[in-house]
C-alpha cells in the first residue's frame, strides 16, 4: 500500500470518529507512520485530503451497499428510489467500513469550520447527480427549487440515524436480530418515499 493510500485510510478512520473540524492531522500522519509533510506532498492541504477521504468511503459503501441495487434498468422509479434510500438507512446503521462516510458527513456537516464548498462539491458528484433523474422521473414536471428541496429531504431523511447513534444503540442494543433492523430499515424507507412523495402533491396544488 502506498503512503498516499495509507493517509487515506488513517483520515478515514480518523474523520469518522472526530469529523473534519477535530480530526487531527498529527493523527492522522500517526495512523499512516508518515509525517506531516506528507499531507501536503500528497493533497496540498487537510480539505483536499477530505475531499478523497470522502470519496474512498463512498466508494467502499457503495461496493458494500449500493445505491442502485443493481436492478434492472426498467425497474419502475419507486422502487429505485426505495433502493437507494435502503442502501443509505442501511449504510447509516452499519458500524463497520460501510458506515464510515455517513459517519463522516454526520459529525462534519454542522460543525463550524468545515469546508462546506468541498463536502457540497463531492455530495453533489456522489449522490445528487444519480438521485436526481428519479426524482425528475418519480415527481414528473416541476420548478428547481422542487427539486433541489426534494433532493435534500430525500438525503436528510435517509441519513438522520447516522446523526443519533446513542440513541440507536439504547433502542435495539449490542446485537439486534436481523429481523428487527429489517423492520425499522423498512419503515424509514416507507417515511423518506411519502416525504418525497409530497412534493408531487404540492405541485399539482400549485397548479390548480
Avoid: W
Avoid at 460501510?98 to 463550524?112: L, P
Avoid at 455530495?123 to 414536471?141: K, R, S
Avoid at 447513534?165 to 423518506?192: C, H, M, R, S, Y
Amino acid at each position: 500500500m502506498t503512503v498516499k493510500d495509507k493517509l487515506i485510510n488513517s483520515a478515514i478512520r480518523v474523520f469518522s470518529k472526530s469529523g473534519y473540524r477535530d480530526g487531527k492531522v498529527a493523527e492522522i500522519v500517526r495512523g499512516a507512520t508518515a509525517n506531516i509533510a506528507a499531507v501536503n506532498y500528497y493533497f496540498g492541504s487537510k480539505e483536499k485530503l477530505f475531499a478523497q477521504v470522502l470519496r474512498k468511503a463512498y466508494a467502499v459503501a457503495e461496493q458494500t451497499l449500493p445505491i442502485s441495487g443493481n436492478l434492472p434498468l426498467n425497474t419502475p422509479v419507486e422502487q429505485k428510489l426505495a433502493t437507494f434510500a435502503r442502501a443509505i438507512v442501511r449504510r447509516s446503521l452499519d458500524k463497520g467500513p460501510a458506515g464510515d462516510y455517513n459517519r463522516i458527513m454526520s459529525k462534519t456537516v454542522h460543525s463550524a469550520g468545515s469546508p462546506i464548498d468541498t463536502i457540497c462539491a463531492e455530495v453533489t458528484t456522489l449522490q445528487v447527480e444519480p438521485l436526481l433523474p428519479l426524482l425528475v422521473a418519480y415527481l414528473g414536471e416541476a420548478d428547481e427549487q422542487t427539486y433541489a428541496v426534494a433532493t435534500l429531504n430525500f438525503l436528510s431523511l435517509s441519513s438522520v440515524i447516522a446523526k443519533h447513534p446513542f440513541v440507536i444503540d439504547k433502542i435495539f442494543g449490542d446485537n439486534p436480530a436481523e429481523e428487527t433492523l429489517d423492520a425499522f430499515i423498512e419503515q424509514q424507507v416507507k417515511a423518506v418515499l411519502a416525504a418525497t412523495k409530497s412534493f408531487e402533491t404540492k405541485k399539482l396544488n400549485c397548479l390548480v
